[in-house]
């Protein structure tokens, strides 16, 4: 191999156009996909631990539709703010819930907009967690049947994408068998799949309402030191009809990213998820670093590990840099 001063590395850095020239890695807007709190009614409401992120009424989804369709975003991805909760979770798949008629305000407003929605219980339950309780403990067996109703139920509402992000055993092929079985077989599954039970959900839940109100759930989410388990719960999903696996955080699990598209391929989607946008946000909020710039080598990261889909808060924000 030459070396210096045959070789000069710095040749193909010198300005901004030879850099973009040789970019090892893009972000394009039809990347990401956009999270929305979706809320039944009354005003936007700003989330405090979230800067620059609200509550949206459902009298605003046709216009964040729209305004997704303008950036050229990949899609959204939608959770709800139910105005009850229950036991049972069963606003998540009543046919008449928020996200549900969500789903209908956006394709009405923009039928090409791909819409995404979370298929978890946890948004919807009195106690917080992602399905039926026994006990102090979820149940595994008997969620399914109500993940595979919400599922159905937001398919049939005109949901492109489900996303099942609760982490139980089973729940793709339930999920996957109750779609076909209601004529919904061309209908997406992106499987929350390698989903660890992370600190950097705090935010989220604050916007979600979703914290439990009792226990955590690490019993049902990986234990962060885990890698070789991610792998095989990807593996898992693949198996029982996911067409899409995520990874979950984003920025603290780079090494399984990269791991599952080297063993697996694409598509691979990976989550930007509260924490690490707030982390950013209120370091520059502090005047510690460039928010803008910041966000956008955190989000390139995620692609440079071999990341597909990125969903992140930021996306109307990075549309900007791209």
Known sequence: MSRFPTVRMRRLRRTAGLRRLVSESRLHPAQLLWPLFIKTSGAATPIPAMPGVSQHPLREAGDLAQRAADLGLGGVLLFGIPDRKDDAGSGAYDHRGVVQEAVRAM????????????????????????????????????????????????????????????????????????????????????????????????????????????????????????????????????????????????????????????????????????????????AAEKGALDGQQAMWEATIALRRAGADIIITYAAPELVGKM
Request: aromatic share 6%; with cysteine; net charge negative.
């Open 107 to 282: 394709k009405r407003a923009a039928p090409d907009v791909v819409v995404v929605t979370d298929a978890c219980l946890c948004e919807y339950t009195s106690h917080g967690h992602c399905g039926v309780l026994k006990g102090d403990r979820v149940d595994n067996d008997p969620t399914l049947d109500l993940l595979a109703r919400t599922a159905v139920s937001q398919a049939e509402a005109g949901a492109d994408v489900v996303a099942p992000s609760d982490m139980m055993d089973g729940r793709v092929a339930a999920i996957r068998r109750g779609l076909d079985a209601a004529g919904f077989s061309e209908t997406v599954i992106m499987s929350y799949a390698a989903k660890y039970a992370s600190a950097f959900y705090g935010p989220f839940r604050e916007a979600a309402g979703s914290a439990p109100q009792s226990g955590d759930r690490r019993s049902y989410q990986m234990d962060p030191p885990n890698s070789d388990e991610a792998l095989k719960e990807m593996a898992l999903d693949l198996e029982e009809g996911a067409d899409v696996v995520m990874v979950k955080p984003g920025l603290p699990c780079l090494d399984i990213i990269r791991r599952a598209k080297d063993r697996f391929g694409g598509p691979i989607a990976a989550y930007q998820v509260s924490g690490e946008y707030s982390m950013i946000k209120f």
